[in-house]
């Protein structure tokens, strides 16, 4: 009933609610009475409630809690600062009979008993000071807005109300620029590119000092990404395996720097399964090219006519077959035609110029260059050594 009553109390004050009869009878009741000029409100939320503890089993989860809120209000007893009230189930509200500079001192002692004693950490917004109790909820409005500002300025610390700025939006023209940038580096596996593009967007971003759009963002990146790998046959979730639903990990992070770091892992992914999901597709057209040219080698074989046999431009697949096989593509028939030649050629009943037919050469004499000019023999010398 104690605890009950504390928190109404709190709650009251907080929200500017409470009458001066209340105010008097709270002060005497709690012996707040010294240093009766100087007051300033402090939220105390624990950090990555929703990604750090999603580990632990629900009852675990609520023990950790627990714990962790019992061991800061025991500190904040042995202090005799103030009062306290668990505002949320990861949320404490203080009111501190102390002034601004005094409190920043006795909280930042206070995450550095949290880290020492927890497996995860707290961060603190901090009102300005007041001098009157009355007036606490202006310094604990100023303290939710500080805590706020946790995703830009960072966890673990003290935030002041002060630290709150106003930016201006994100320059829309400046993100089409870097993510015009962005997208060829995810698809041709730069991971440098892709960490300097990054550096530069969520540098954008930070700008903005707005939550929503450090979200937006994300899902605007991969969502725009998605459509360019549809341009080559692809899906960005068919890569990953993942549904949009669970791109709700996003709203996990607590910290702009969380959500850059796991942006920068899931582009690292996604560009590395898109390169070898492009070497298993191109591997695998190699070897059909390389099949369509061994059961034509009886007739007049084209990298045009192989293009259209494919659905793929001439230079598209000239350039590939290189790229994969280090021989463009015309010294590969023709090699692929001269070791068939030298097979036949072992033949004895068959004559040169038949040979010669059966590979597609309508041209005695070209056959003989060709020939030669790869197995350093006439056909007639080498029907000899063999």
């Known amino acids: 009933m104690y605890h009950v009553l504390q928190n109404e109390l709190i709650y009251r004050l907080l929200e500017g609610g409470a009458e001066e009869g209340q105010i008097k009878g709270f002060m005497a009741q709690y012996a707040l009475s010294m240093r009766s000029d ?26 950790i809690t627990r714990k962790l809120m019992a061991s800061i209000s025991a500190y904040l007893h042995r202090q005799g ?73 960072g966890k673990g610390k003290v935030l002041a109300a002060r630290e709150t700025t106003q930016e201006p939006a994100m320059d829309t023209a400046q993100l089409d620029d870097v993510l015009s940038r962005l997208f060829p580096c995810i698809m041709a596996y730069d991971l440098v590119g892709i960490v300097d593009r990054l550096e530069e967007l969520f540098e954008l971003v930070r700008a903005t000092e707005n939550h929503m759009t450090v979200y937006n963002v994300c899902i605007q990146i991969l969502s725009r990404l ?39 892992r899931t582009l690292f992914e996604i560009s590395e399964l898109h390169v070898m999901r492009e070497r298993r597709r191109q591997s695998k057209l190699i070897a059909q090219m390389q099949q369509y040219v061994h059961e034509h080698l009886d007739s007049k074989i084209t990298l045009r006519e192989v293009a259209n046999v494919f659905a793929f431009s001439p230079n598209y697949l000239g350039a590939l077959f290189k790229e994969s096989t280090g021989i463009s593509f015309s010294d590969y028939l023709i090699r692929s035609r001269m070791e068939r030649a030298k097979q036949l050629l072992q033949d004895p009943t068959l004559r040169i110029y038949e040979v010669s037919n059966q590979l597609g050469y309508s041209n005695m004499t070209y056959f003989h260059r060709q020939f030669k000019g790869e197995i350093g023999l006439t056909p007639s010398e080498y029907r000899k050594r063999s």
């Not at 002034?99 to 950490?121: D, F, G, R, W, Y």
């Open 38 to 63: 100087q007051w300033c409100a402090a939220v105390i939320e624990i950090d990555d409630v929703n990604w750090k503890l999603n580990k632990y089993t629900p009852e675990k989860r609520k023990e």
């Open 81 to 153: 600062i103030g009062i306290w009230g668990r505002t949320a189930e990861h949320r404490m509200a203080a009111i501190l009979c102390m002034s601004h500079s005094e409190a920043q001192t006795t909280l930042v002692t206070l995450i550095e008993h949290v880290k020492q004693n927890h497996p995860i950490s707290v961060t603190i917004g901090l009102g300005k000071t007041e001098t009157d109790l009355k007036d606490i909820h202006r310094s604990y409005n100023q303290a939710v807005e500080a805590l706020g500002c946790k995703m830009f300025i």
């Open 226 to 264: 998605d459509m360019s790998l549809r341009t080559v046959k692809g899906s960005l979730y068919e890569l990953l395996g993942r549904e949009y639903k669970q791109l709700d990990v996003l709203l996990q992070f607590e910290t702009i720097s969380d959500i850059e770091a796991w942006t920068r």
